[in-house]
T-cell receptor, first 119, second 114 residues
Framework: AQTVTQSQPEMSVQEAETVTLSCTYD???????LFWYKQPPSRQMILVIR??????QNATENRFSVNFQKAAKSFSLKISDSQLGDAAMYFC????????????????FGKGTHLIIQP | DTGVSQNPRHKITKRGQNVTFRCDPI?????LYWYRQTLGQGPEFLTY????????KSRLLSDRFSAERPKGSFSTLEIQRTEQGDSAMYLC????????????FGQGTRLTVV
């Protein structure tokens, strides 16, 4: 079974600065997907960024980027120019790929990191 | 269609009672997932439907839990003989079939068993 570990229960950053959230995972599969989801206080999970394991290039979405280290099984999220609206719980998640017999499986989530933005 | 809709948003019930939650996915999405999230934890996968077929169930889904998606559209999650340990947020998500699919989540149903 796959596991996802987020070792930072809480992180704090000054507005406009950069913060990195850590995530490690454990799997024996070669085909999988990794995600970062944001859960604001309203509780609706929103996809922030997605990374396919077969892609070497790190995914980027505006101010959000990842550092995907496949050999180290590490998938960190960098938020640049932090804004007050970035304050939320951030969850790292894993999903098996089609070639690993998945493709439709549910997501495996980490415990989350609470991100605080200091004005 | 503005997204995944879940009802009710909050439910308080007495221990031993049965409860049912409803999830309306995004209309063209054929995959539907149920998750449970307890305080301070990430969501945990419960079960998954493709159209009306329930294809996977987690070991977390005890015999007191049952889920249906009778016409491949909305889904219901029923918990029988509720226990205090069932108190949690129940999240529904839907997605389109494909090799890389983004799951869209609803706002969840917060269950409190007293």
């Amino acid at each position: 079974a796959q596991t996802v570990t987020q070792s930072q229960p809480e992180m704090s950053v000054q507005e406009a600065e950069t913060v990195t959230l850590s995530c490690t995972y454990d799997t024996s599969e070669s085909d999988y997907y990794l995600f970062w989801y944001k859960q604001p206080p309203s509780r609706q999970m929103i996809l922030v960024i997605r990374q396919e394991a077969y892609k070497q290039q790190n995914a980027t979405e505006n101010r959000f980027s990842v550092n995907f280290q496949k050999a180290a099984k590490s998938f960190s999220l960098k938020i640049s120019d932090s804004q007050l609206g970035d304050a939320a719980m951030y969850f790292c998640a894993y999903r098996s790929g089609v070639r690993s017999g998945g493709g439709a499986d549910g997501l495996t989530f980490g415990k989350g990191t609470h991100l605080i933005i200091q004005p | 269609d503005t997204g995944v809709s879940q009802n009710p948003r909050h439910k308080i019930t007495k221990r031993g009672q049965n409860v049912t939650f409803r999830c309306d996915p995004i209309s063209e999405h054929n995959r539907l997932y149920w998750y449970r999230q307890t305080l301070g934890q990430g969501p945990e996968f419960l079960t998954y439907f493709q159209n009306e077929a329930q294809l996977e169930k987690s070991r977390l889904l005890s015999d007191r839990f049952s889920a249906e998606r009778p016409k491949g559209s909305f889904s219901t999650l029923e918990i029988q003989r509720t226990e205090q340990g069932d108190s949690a947020m129940y999240l529904c998500a839907s997605s389109l079939q494909g090799s890389v699919t983004e799951a869209f989540f609803g706002q969840g149903t917060r269950l409190t068993v007293v």
